[in-house]
Nanobody, 114 residues
Framework: QVQLVESGGGLVEPGGSLRLSCAAS????????MAWFRQRPGLQRELVAR???????YYADSVKGRFTISRDNAKNTVDLQMNSLKPDDTAVYYC????????WGKGTLVTVSS
């Protein structure tokens, strides 16, 4: 079993920055991919960014150039640096890892508002 704990959400003004962190613990700690998803109000959960064990990354078009995903394989953490935040980035952000099974964090709320 794997447990994921997210941190770093909160309220930020448009144009501001936040850094989300996710720490994994449990019995199987070699993850093929680590990712961040989000669910905006009234919308389905969507992939924001993903990073493989070898460091290849993917970003949704809506966050390219503003968000950066990074992982530390030794510490089993994955971070999401979010810059130039927009009100449309307001969402619950979920950490996700895959090692043949899918694991999800409980989510952390990011609110972008003046």
């Amino acid at each position: 079993q794997v447990q994921l704990v997210e941190s770093g959400g909160g309220l930020v003004e448009p144009g501001g920055s936040l850094r989300l962190s996710c720490a994994a613990s449990g019995s199987i700690l070699t993850f093929d991919t680590m990712a961040w998803f989000r669910q905006r109000p009234g919308l389905q959960r969507e992939l924001v960014a993903r990073v493989t064990r070898l460091g290849s990354t993917y970003y949704a078009d809506s966050v390219k150039g503003r968000f950066t995903i990074s992982r530390d394989n030794a510490k089993n953490t994955v971070d999401l640096q979010m810059n130039s935040l927009k009100p449309d980035d307001t969402a619950v952000y979920y950490c996700h890892v895959f090692n043949g099974l899918n694991y999800w964090g409980k989510g952390t709320l990011v609110t972008v508002s003046s």
